[in-house]
């Protein structure tokens, strides 16, 4: 471990905004201690400096949101739309589900698994115009702009996206490979 002098611990302190009072209270330390270690008239012990240390370094840490790392604007097909328009934006867009909206508002998803499905099914079922609304699939959870990003971690192990939403309308899209993004950056 780095034992910082006086005016690196001072320094990073206020680079983070925070006070001596708080950094005392956060690392279970007196205020007058802080300031003390800050002026560098006390030698503090190696226990107290590492609490010091581990406090101002979560608080530079910046936390990630789900506004932090969702795609805006989300591309989507309506319920409404045919079966092969919702297949050509798939291609065109290099994706293997869309969320399904009406009016801003998640109703479902469509998949390339439910699209082989409509495939198979078409061969049998002459003159009929598959839509979207035939073949989708449950809607992606939505989660608020300001959930932390390992809760979206949780739900995107069970699910293949996530829709950030705000006052009743989907903001933005998360998906398995945004978190990777996010690991690889």
């Given at each position: 471990?780095h034992?910082?002098?006086?005016?690196?611990?001072?320094?990073?302190?206020?680079r983070?905004?925070?006070?001596?009072?708080e950094?005392?209270?956060?690392?279970g330390?007196?205020?007058?201690m802080?300031?003390?270690?800050?002026?560098?008239?006390?030698d503090p012990?190696?226990?107290?400096?590492?609490r010091i240390?581990?406090?101002?370094?979560?608080?530079?840490?910046?936390?990630?949101?789900?506004?932090?790392?969702?795609?805006?604007?989300?591309?989507?097909?309506?319920?409404?739309d045919?079966?092969?328009?919702?297949?050509?934006?798939?291609?065109?867009?290099?994706?293997?589900?869309?969320?399904?909206?009406q009016?801003?508002?998640?109703?479902?998803?469509?998949?390339?698994?439910?699209?082989?499905?409509?495939?198979?099914?078409?061969?049998?079922?002459?003159?009929?115009?598959?839509?979207?609304?035939?073949?989708?699939?449950?809607?992606?959870?939505?989660?608020?702009?300001?959930?932390?990003?390992?809760?979206?971690?949780?739900?995107?192990?069970?699910?293949?996206?996530?829709?950030?939403?705000?006052?009743?309308?989907?903001?933005?899209?998360?998906?398995?490979?945004?978190?990777?993004?996010?690991?690889?950056?």
């Amino acid at each position: 471990m780095h034992i910082p002098a006086a005016d690196e611990i001072r320094s990073a302190r206020r680079r983070i905004g925070m006070t001596q009072a708080e950094l005392a209270r956060r690392s279970g330390i007196s205020q007058s201690m802080v300031a003390r270690i800050e002026r560098g008239s006390v030698d503090p012990r190696v226990s107290t400096l590492r609490r010091i240390v581990d406090v101002i370094t979560s608080a530079e840490v910046p936390v990630v949101t789900a506004a932090n790392l969702m795609h805006a604007p989300v591309e989507s097909v309506s319920p409404e739309d045919s079966i092969l328009s919702a297949v050509e934006k798939m291609d065109r867009m290099a994706f293997s589900q869309l969320p399904v909206l009406q009016d801003g508002v998640p109703v479902g998803c469509i998949s390339e698994s439910a699209i082989l499905t409509a495939i198979a099914e078409q061969k049998h079922q002459k003159g009929h115009h598959p839509t979207v609304r035939d073949y989708m699939e449950s809607s992606f959870p939505t989660v608020p702009p300001e959930i932390e990003i390992e809760t979206v971690v949780g739900i995107l192990e069970q699910h293949h996206a996530v829709l950030v939403m705000k006052e009743g309308r989907v903001e933005g899209v998360i998906t398995k490979h945004d978190l990777i993004s996010l690991i690889v950056e």
